[in-house]
């Protein structure tokens, strides 16, 4: 050093101990960290193990191979009593995901008008739609899916006596009956000229866009979409010689037979779920329009477009932006709220489970494939929500 | 609510627990934890009329709680020293597994898995039943061979749930059921008319016939499709304990055919006859063989009374259940309650 010059960085160790080191530190701490982490889940398990073979109860997932012998009132794959309880699980946590799917896709819609009504210039719609989010969104879940329950059950006639739509549909405290499609061989062409349909209306789609674009003419593209999506399946109905046919309700001695039902468990629970999480999600929505600048409206009618055209091109796209988050949340909320079901008999994965946790006594399995399920419900929901939120987000330029 | 701290007690329990459960201190037996903490914490249903159910002051009465009554009076010579916890079906393994309770008197039937797998013991039966099925007169049904099609309110998390699946696959029948969390529930709903049936044991359905709308509208049918031996349960692990709980259902049966009853018991302490000295603990020292005092069947009889006196207070002809003893008298007047001796 007497030479004047100073050393080059990193040729002297910083004479500091080593336990000073921020580096070497922060690595001491993490290791600690992470062993106290493992030590209490290895003493967790090893000491529920223990217990669980003290108090001589089975442990591990053997259980659900086993006969489940209980009956459900709503399966969307085949069910019978002989089959397992795992199969059983499964069934309920379809009846879960059924319900959260018809309760997203729905209170979707109903939020998105309340909370375009709630800015509407129309002094009742708006008054109506606030008093609605005040009033639904300050009561309690549960407390709204036994009032919907018990008023379903209480508005409906007993099934002797059934409300009837041309003899087709009917309604009774049973559920709601409509005739039941038979696909015989040859239905599945309807099918695919469905799928078909769908694919060549969007390619109809963004052949009309790119001529649009660059020829300045427009083509009539909502009709045609729609006519190819319905139009192909019909056609391939009547060429494959109408193999669907209808198995009609008829009046049993207790109850309608035969079409399908919809039970009044699963009606009571999407009516209180999608009018309870709409309140939030019309809030959001108002919230997402408001933060929208006033000036880009007037920006749209100083440009000379309709207002529906300036609500849809230049509005919403950028109030989508604050809505997705979230609403985001809020489809998770009503996945998760939809275990409530258990409270008015709807077969869901909690109701289903806790038969099987009761059944079986493997308390800890089944809570655990609970909280696995639920888990992966709202992880799944969430990715597919930020990929949509990076796909509409602003693109910076 | 209830479901889910039990659940998290057991997961914490399971998990942390030394040796038995949070609830319970480790290294004592349950005998000692309740004679620590100075009361019985006795697990019972959420509301059954003659069974257990609280009337309008909040005192808990019926069958089910008299027996924990009978308990803390061998423990404690005190029938008011027992705590209750209303659970329902479902809840009700798991408070007992995770030591939430210490004794599950709940109308709970003795079947191979809960006293296997669910790591319970059961070891005697204090009520005979059997399944039965409601429905409203103005079906006019006969017999539950008529009810294919019908739906079926039942509480989940019971052996009814599995015998109404059982007898309608017996019989070929196709029906619908609708299971509920609570007992409750599945009445309201059955009174709502969501079902055409409601199904539970005998002495249940008598009991929450009272609770609807209109009790007269309802009928029972006329058959008992299983058997439901209903009794107490412990968990594994503590055979002292289920000495206890074995031998206080055996007191009251033999003080009942010894014709010892609350009215007569000093009377009876005054006997010749060696067995009922022997009974009453004035010989012997059966009592300390339990771990409780020589006069034990005297203070249960002195505080709650012979078998013969709960059964006919609580669910007998003279109640609003009027159900007849059945299955329950005694074995020497064509019924089943057997105890062995005391000796």
């Known amino acids: 050093m007497t030479d004047g010059t100073l050393p080059a960085r990193g040729d002297v160790a910083p004479k500091v101990a080593f336990f000073n080191d921020p580096k070497v530190r922060s690595l001491i701490f993490q290791a600690l960290a992470l062993a106290l982490l493992i030590f209490v889940i290895y003493t967790a398990i090893s000491n529920a193990v223990t217990n669980l073979t003290n108090q001589r109860i089975a442990a591990g997932f053997g259980f659900l191979d086993q006969t489940a012998g209980f009956g459900i009132s709503q399966t969307l794959i085949p069910w019978a009593e002989s089959m397992s309880y795992g199969r059983a699980f499964v069934i309920g946590l379809l009846n879960t995901l059924l319900v959260a799917v018809v309760g997203i896709f729905l209170a979707t819609i109903l939020g998105f008008v309340v909370g375009v009504a709630r800015l509407s210039p129309n002094w009742v719609i708006s008054k109506i739609a606030y008093w609605y989010v005040e009033i639904i969104r300050n009561l309690p879940l549960l407390f709204q899916i036994l009032f919907w329950y018990l008023a379903v059950l209480a508005a409906m006639p007993a099934p002797r006596n059934s409300y009837s739509l041309f003899g087709l549909f009917f309604a009774n405290q049973r559920g709601i009956t409509a005739p039941r499609p038979v696909f015989e061989a040859g239905a599945i062409w309807i099918g695919a000229a469905l799928v078909l349909g769908i694919v060549a209306a969007f390619v109809v789609r963004s052949w009309a866009y790119r001529r649009q674009a660059e020829t300045g003419e427009q083509f009539p593209v909502v009709p045609t979409m729609w006519g190819i999506i319905i139009g192909l399946p019909v056609l391939a109905y009547l060429a494959t010689g109408m193999p669907i046919s209808f198995n009609y309700a008829e009046q049993g001695r207790f109850n309608l037979t035969g079409g399908m039902t919809i039970i009044p468990e699963f009606v009571a629970l999407v009516i209180a779920l999608v009018a309870y999480t709409a309140a939030f999600i019309g809030e959001i929505v108002r919230a997402g329009i408001q933060a929208v600048s006033h000036g880009q409206t007037e920006a749209g009618r100083s440009l000379g477009l309709a207002e529906g055209r300036i609500l849809n091109l230049i509005v919403i796209p950028q109030a989508l932006r604050v809505i997705i988050p979230p609403l985001t949340s809020q489809y998770l909320n009503l996945a998760k709220n939809s275990s409530l079901a258990v409270g008015i008999g709807y077969p869901d994965m909690v109701s289903v489970g806790g038969t099987i946790l009761n059944q079986t006594g493997q308390a800890i399995e089944i809570i655990a494939m609970w909280m696995g399920c639920y888990l992966t419900i709202s992880i799944v929901t969430s990715i597919f929500m930020n990929w949509y939120n990076e796909r509409i987000a602003l693109v910076e330029r | 609510m209830k479901r889910i701290v039990s659940t998290i007690a057991l997961g914490a329990a399971m998990s942390f627990g030394a040796t038995m459960a949070l609830a319970q201190t480790p290294g004592r ?43 803390a009076a061998a423990v404690f010579n005190d029938p008011s020293k027992v705590r209750f916890s209303p659970l329902s079906a479902k809840d009700r393994f798991t408070a007992l597994q995770s030591g939430e309770i210490d004794v599950l008197s709940r109308n709970t039937t003795w079947t191979l898995q809960r006293d296997t797998s669910l790591g319970l013991n059961f070891s005697v039966i204090n009520y005979y039943d059997g399944q039965g099925f409601m429905v ?195 074995w020497n007047k064509g019924g089943l309650q057997y105890a062995p001796p005391i000796r």
């Open chain 2, 29 to 71: 037996t349950t005998l000692q934890n309740i004679q620590a903490k100075g009361f019985i914490q006795c697990g019972v249903t959420q509301g059954l009329a003659g069974f257990s159910m609280p009337d309008s002051a909040g005192n808990w009465t019926g069958m089910d709680v008299d027996f924990c009554r009978a308990l």
């Open chain 2, 136 to 330: 409203r007169k103005s079906l006019n049904v006969k017999s539950a061979r008529e009810l294919s099609g019908a739906s079926v309110c039942v509480q989940t998390g019971t052996t009814t749930e599995l015998n109404v699946a059982d007898f309608f696959r017996a019989n070929n029948l196709k029906y619908e059921p609708v299971v509920f969390a609570t007992a409750d529930e599945t009445v309201k709903a059955y009174d709502a008319g969501r079902c055409d049936v409601f199904t539970t044991d005998a002495s249940g359905l008598y009991a929450e016939r009272v609770k609807l709308q209109r009790p007269d509208d309802h009928m029972v049918l006329p058959e008992i499709i299983s058997k439901e031996p209903l009794g107490p349960a412990v968990r594994h692990g503590d055979d002292q304990w289920m000495d206890i709980v074995k031998w206080t259902h055996f007191a009251m049966v033999t003080a009942e055919e010894l014709n010892i009853s609350k009215a007569n018991l000093d009377q009876m302490l005054q006997s010749t006859n060696p067995e009922i000295r022997r009974v009453l603990g004035i010989e012997g020292n059966n009592g300390e063989a339990l771990g409780l005092t020589k006069d034990w069947v005297v203070r249960i009889v002195r505080h709650v009374g012979n078998y013969s006196e709960v059964f006919d207070r609580n669910v007998g002809p003279t109640t609003r259940l009027g159900i007849a003893r059945g299955l329950n008298a005694l």
